[in-house]
């Protein structure tokens, strides 16, 4: 028991001393640690029975390095339900804390009667200016169907006075061409009678002949004047043509452009009609949104958590229900400065939540903050085991799958493996001492009882195991685990 004493006194003394160095502690334990061997080989030496030593073996293990961070669910998204109608009452509400509701389900329904008549008085305003525009609409129409007509009339009466004048020009070409067929015919006959004139000697055929050309010299004369009468004639009625030509296609012109003037006075009326359509029918939309809005609905899915109105109160903006969003959870977990820098986005991350009897399910790390959260933060995550006095850092982790028993609150514990190595030989931590001179060491126990010294250097470290390197270290020798117990370690340092 001599041992036994020997390490209370060491406890008792660093417990009476809290602000001893390192260094110092590290003597006292390497002399602690002199004293019990020397304990042990004097007991050896005298015959005694050898103490009780407690080992572990050195084994070759896969050591996992990890992040145990402490947190609480949290829901992905809180909805305030809220109306942009105010000052109205609250005619009756549909849900209750509790209940689930889908988008669009109706939350209240307020009073619409105000809503509800300038709404109508928008619609009668609306009507009044349709039906003004349509009679607008209705008379540019007509106009334009008449110049339309009007014009179809004017081309057709232009056309006729043209194929008129035609007419008549085509007559008089006509009638001076056969004057001048007779024209022709006469003067031949002339010629003739002229010959046989010159060869008869018969005196009374002579004479007769003589009367003949003078009845046919007056024929040639009058189709001579009948000729050049023609010719000013058909001077007149080609003139005539053109003009007739010309007013055509002046009134042609007038039609066209009365048509065009009456067809856009027809535009202009729809165009000041759907104008003047704009501010009515916003006022009616308006209204309507207003009448609308007065029927307050979940704009998400979710549980109702808070519901601080009831039938019968006067709205006065404020929020009507929240809506919590349970679709999905996350952990708001958190983390602290020695263990931010080994967390990243996209680790995988093992949760529990007893209280919704998951253990060990997977998640992913989806945020992980480049700044300590807030003292009054801090101070909640101390509460969730992290320490007040070390900076604390939110890291967000979603779960792979859903669950039905996860509530907003409950308390969560999120496990990150951030390094691995396997195959490597390794003891418990509490094996692992150090010297007189700050190097760490081992005691091994060989089948004889001998305790010898190793000298090791660290290798990577987990909660409980250590990997251990350096010359002698081999698989399945026997470690010594110090007698002293995780309590009595935590009355010595603390």
């Given at each position: 028991m001599k041992i036994k004493e020997t390490l209370?006194?060491?406890?008792?003394?660093?417990?009476?001393?809290?602000?001893?160095?390192?260094?110092?502690?590290?003597?006292?334990?390497?002399?602690?640690s002199f004293i019990i061997r020397t304990q042990i080989a004097a007991k050896l030496s005298t015959g005694g029975e050898m103490p009780e030593v407690r080992t572990a073996a050195v084994e070759k293990r896969d050591l996992t390095q990890s992040v145990t961070m402490s947190g609480t669910v949290q829901s992905f998204g809180m909805h305030s339900v809220t109306s942009q109608v105010s000052g109205v009452e609250i005619k009756s509400v549909n849900v209750n804390v509790g209940d689930r509701v889908s988008k669009g389900d109706v939350i209240a329904i307020l009073?619409?009667?105000?809503?509800?008549?300038?709404?109508?008085?928008?619609?009668?305003?609306?009507?009044?200016?349709?039906?003004?525009?349509?009679?607008?609409?209705?008379?540019?129409?007509?106009?334009?169907?008449?110049?339309?007509e009007d014009e179809k009339i004017q081309r057709q009466r232009g056309k006729e006075a043209v194929g008129d004048a035609a007419d008549k020009y085509n007559e008089l070409t006509q009638e001076k061409a056969a004057a001048e067929s007779k024209l022709i015919a006469t003067q031949k006959k002339i010629e003739e009678t002229r010959k046989a004139l010159d060869k008869e000697t018969d005196p009374v055929k002579k004479e007769k002949l003589k009367e003949t050309l003078e009845a046919d010299k007056a024929a040639e004369a009058a189709l001579i004047e009948q000729i050049d009468a023609f010719d000013i004639s058909i001077a007149d009625a080609e003139k005539a043509v053109r003009d007739a030509q010309n007013a055509r296609d002046d009134n042609d012109r007038a039609a066209s452009r009365s048509v065009e003037e009456q067809r856009e006075a027809l535009e202009a009326a729809k165009l000041s009609a759907r104008q003047s359509?704009?501010?009515?029918?916003?006022?009616?939309?308006?209204?309507?949104?207003?009448?609308?809005?007065?029927?307050v609905r979940a704009d998400s899915d979710g549980v109702i958590i808070d519901l601080p109105v009831k039938a019968g109160d006067i709205y006065k903006g404020d929020v009507i229900a929240t809506i919590q969003d349970d679709s999905s959870y996350m952990i708001s977990a958190t983390a602290d400065q020695f263990d931010i820098p080994s967390l990243a986005v996209g680790q995988k991350a093992l949760i529990t939540v007893k209280a919704a009897e998951i253990e060990d399910k997977g998640g992913l790390i989806e945020r992980v903050a480049v700044a300590p959260i807030t003292a009054s933060a801090i101070s909640e995550g101390a509460a969730q085991g992290a320490s007040s006095g070390d900076a604390g850092y939110q890291?967000?982790?979603?779960?792979?799958?859903?669950?039905?028993?996860?509530?907003?609150?409950?308390?969560?514990?999120?496990?990150?493996?951030?390094?691995?190595?396997?195959?490597?030989?390794?003891?418990?931590?509490?094996?692992?001492?150090?010297?007189e001179d700050g190097r760490y060491y081992i005691e091994t126990v060989d089948e004889s009882g001998e305790i010898s010294r190793i000298h090791v250097e660290y290798g990577m470290k987990t909660e409980y195991y250590s990997e251990i390197r350096g010359e002698g270290v081999k698989e399945n020798l026997k470690a010594v685990i110090p007698e002293t117990s995780a309590d009595e370690e935590e009355e010595l340092f603390y």
């Open positions: 209370r006194k060491v406890r008792g003394f660093a417990g009476r001393h809290k602000k001893i160095t390192v260094p110092a502690l590290i003597l006292i334990l390497a002399a602690g009073d619409d009667s105000q809503a509800a008549a300038d709404r109508n008085a928008a619609r009668e305003s609306l009507a009044y200016t349709e039906e003004s525009n349509d009679l607008s609409i209705s008379s540019a129409q007509r106009n334009y169907c008449n110049a339309r359509l704009v501010s009515p029918e916003n006022e009616v939309n308006k209204a309507s949104q207003e009448v609308d809005k007065c029927t890291v967000i982790v979603k779960l792979d799958s859903a669950n039905d028993k996860l509530r907003a609150g409950m308390k969560a514990k999120v496990v990150v493996n951030v390094f691995e190595k396997k195959n490597v030989l390794a003891v418990p931590d509490e094996c692992i001492q150090t010297d």
